[in-house]
């Protein structure tokens, strides 16, 4: 799992607004699974398997968990029963089993949080982006949230990009820390390297790091 951490306006989210086609990057290249990718439509990103989640809950508010959950799943899955199955799997991974049939909107912040990672992880992307799924959560919540992470790693062989702030889980959770600053990249490495390195602590973590 790569994490992306830095401060307010390092652009991390940026990152993933280029990388997913929200934003079409100026110069440079991106190349996904040996593939160039710059100039494609998000939609064309996500079919070849890298999807990304929002800072804010992206989710249909007025409709069921489940129907939320199908949108993500309906070009992952082609046939109807497929497609169930898909939906029922993906609840029960994310705490949301039941809750199918809940309005998405009356849902607490916690598990719209967790329906937001649901709707993308139907789809079973290769690469999964996730912008602050942390925020708002209480540490009854992170702890859960902590654990599906590895969880999908763990049964879906899927590699995880991650922008939070909480950096107590991140720390806990992550292989690789990727240091923003700027636009520019700070530093890059272990959990135990960033978080003993002076330009980081200066520029982002602070002395209690």
């Known amino acids: 799992m790569l994490v992306l951490i830095g ?3 390092a652009g991390k989210s940026t990152i993933f607004n280029v990388i997913s086609g929200f934003h ?3 110069s440079g290249r991106l190349a996904f699974r040996g593939e160039d990718i710059t100039f494609l439509s998000p939609s064309a990103i996500s079919r070849r398997g890298l999807v990304r989640t929002f800072q804010h809950a992206s989710l249909l508010r007025d409709m069921t968990v489940h129907d939320n959950i199908l949108i993500g799943a309906l070009r992952a899955v082609r046939d109807r029963r497929g497609r169930e199955r898909r939906v029922r799997e993906t609840a029960d991974l ?5 809750l199918l049939d809940a309005v998405a909107g009356s849902l607490p912040h916690g598990h719209q949080r967790m329906l937001s990672i649901a709707i993308a992880l139907a789809a079973r992307p290769k690469l999964l982006c996730l912008d602050e799924p942390l925020t708002g959560l209480n540490a009854t919540e992170i702890a859960a949230a902590l654990e599906t992470m590895q969880r999908i790693r763990r049964e879906f062989a899927m590699t995880i990009m991650l922008v939070d702030h909480n950096m107590r889980a991140v720390m806990r959770i992550c292989d690789r820390i990727l240091v923003l600053n700027h636009g520019q990249k700070l530093a890059v490495g272990t959990p135990a390297e960033i978080r003993s390195d002076p330009e980081v602590i200066r520029a982002y973590l602070g002395d209690d790091a």
């Open 24 to 26: 079409r990057a100026t």
């Open 94 to 98: 994310l705490g949301l089993g039941g």
């Open 7 to 9: 401060p307010n306006g």
